[in-house]
């Protein structure tokens, strides 16, 4: 975890652009979801040297019609698959296709499209129907199909890594502070509190970390050093 604050008026827009002013993104690739594949946030991430990969969903209906379209039509494209053979009681193949586009940038006045790609995502759960899920993205840098698979990948360590962490392990979710600016005080603490542990060398898991801290000492004050 980076940087946080409180959403102004529970507008989770809004915070995400305040987020990104704390931090120095020259040279970086941002990945967000959809709810932030907006004009405000494009230029946020472009202003400051980075580049985006935002996810493109049917809350921008015209610009989601466009893009699809793109797909149906002959054009120079990239194209790579990824196969995982067992991962979570189940297997994976991903294909991404990119296509270079400068068209929606000009039509929609959104800043910096210059290319759109889509993820389609086969998962066969063992013993269960195989599903196929369809994602597209907004690039304002192409690259190599090879290259988005990765970068898309990357981003669920978002949600495994943290959220998951957070909600779970640190048991967010279940906390009942609502008062004053507990909420917000107690979000800061968990995240310092989760990069210390992370930070933290030893192989085993989150859970055990904080139990370990808890009944040793030793342990503690060896987490607590490391991040000197």
Not at 3 to 15: H, I, M, V
Not at 91 to 101: G, L, Q, T
Not at 112 to 136: F, L, Q
């Amino acid at each position: 975890m980076l940087a946080q604050c409180k959403a102004p008026g529970r507008n989770e827009a809004l915070g995400a652009l305040e987020v990104l002013s704390f931090l120095r993104l020259n040279g970086c690739i941002v990945t967000a979801d959809a709810l932030h594949c907006h004009r405000a946030f494009a230029l946020k991430v472009l202003s400051q040297g980075a580049n985006y990969v935002l996810a493109l969903k049917e809350n921008q209906s015209a610009l989601f019609a466009d893009g699809e379209r793109l797909f149906r039509r002959p054009h120079n494209r990239s194209v790579a698959e990824q196969f995982e053979p067992s991962t979570h009681d189940r297997r994976e193949r991903r294909r991404a296709v990119v296509i270079r586009d400068r068209t929606l940038a000009i039509k929609h006045k959104f800043p910096g499209i210059v290319a759109v790609a889509r993820v389609s995502c086969r998962r066969k759960p063992n013993g269960k129907r195989s599903e196929r899920i369809v994602r597209y993205f907004l690039l304002s840098k192409y690259m190599p199909a090879k290259r988005l698979l990765a970068v898309t990948r990357t981003h669920w360590s978002i949600e495994n890594q943290m959220h998951w962490v957070l909600d779970v392990v640190f048991e967010e979710d279940g906390n009942r502070a609502r008062k004053d600016n507990a909420p917000e005080n107690l979000a800061i603490v968990r995240g310092l509190a989760l990069n210390i542990v992370r930070a933290h060398p030893s192989s085993i898991p989150m859970r055990r970390k904080i139990k370990r801290a808890g009944w040793d000492n030793a342990f503690l004050l060896s987490m607590l050093g490391q991040m000197r």
